[in-house]
């Protein structure tokens, strides 16, 4: 079954301006996870929260982690153009074996950010 | 950090043929995959690539369908056999030494 689940499915912003975007999951996780794909590319990993982390920080990047909601939140501040993409979180589940092959993804953000 | 190769980056194939993917890793990784994202749909993990042995297929993908190789620790195939227009998808290769995946730019499958 689908873990983790992106809210929401798109998103259109105004550059300069924050993006927000969620995942909820269903079950215990031992981390959580967000990738990046431009269009018709491969993803590319942001950023890793363990399950005993509340909040990290990368760049402009922002997560949160709230393992008592299970859900997770990406912040992205003060976009760019080059920011348009989609934003796919992916779980570990506890019990997977806390390897890359237990990641499951979800479907993803849309997010595009106007000039 | 792990820099993958992939190709072919697209291709347009006839009905009933096979179409063999190339992954190549410029570094040795402990874990190889391969994923399958349909159009506007999440990721779905095809099989692990074990080297040296016979790759690990999840539920609903058979080794007929998507034989995979893995002759040694950076590189990998995956054959889409006996195509049909609902194996039209992208397909992505990643690779891992532990808890975080890297991707190749994926190969853009369309079956007519």
């Known amino acids: 079954s689908q873990q983790g689940e992106e809210d929401p499915q798109a998103l259109s912003i105004q550059e300069g301006e924050n993006a927000t975007m969620n995942c909820s999951y269903k079950?215990?996780?031992?981390?959580l996870q967000w990738y990046r794909q431009n269009s018709g590319r491969g993803l590319v990993h942001l950023i890793l929260?363990?399950?005993?982390?509340r909040e990290k920080h990368s760049g402009r990047l922002r997560v949160t982690l709230d393992t008592s909601k299970k859900s997770s939140s990406l912040l992205i501040t003060a976009s760019r153009a080059a920011d348009t993409a989609s934003y796919f979180c992916?779980?570990?589940?506890?019990?997977?074996?806390?390897?890359?092959?237990?990641?499951?993804f979800g479907k993803g953000t849309h997010l595009i950010i106007q000039p | 950090s792990a820099v993958i190769s992939q190709k072919p980056s697209r291709d347009i194939c006839q009905r009933g043929t096979s179409l063999t993917i190339q992954c190549q890793v410029d570094?040795?990784?402990?874990?190889m995959f391969w994923y399958r994202q349909q159009p506007g749909q999440s990721l779905t993990l095809i099989a692990t690539?074990?080297?040296?042995?016979?790759?690990?297929?999840e539920s609903g993908f058979v080794i007929d369908k998507f034989p995979i190789s893995r002759p040694n620790l950076t590189f990998s195939t995956l054959t889409v056999s006996n195509m049909s227009p609902e194996d039209s998808s992208i397909y992505l290769c990643?690779?891992?030494?532990?808890?975080?995946?890297?991707f190749g730019s994926g190969t853009q499958l369309s079956v007519l």
């Open positions: 990643s690779a891992s030494n532990l808890e975080k995946l890297f």
């Open positions: 079950t215990s996780i031992n981390n």
């Open positions: 929260i363990r399950s005993n982390e």
């Open positions: 992916a779980t570990d589940a506890m019990g997977s074996g806390g390897g890359a092959d237990g990641l499951t």
């Open positions: 570094s040795q990784v402990t874990m």
């Open positions: 690539a074990n080297q040296g042995s016979e790759a690990t297929y």
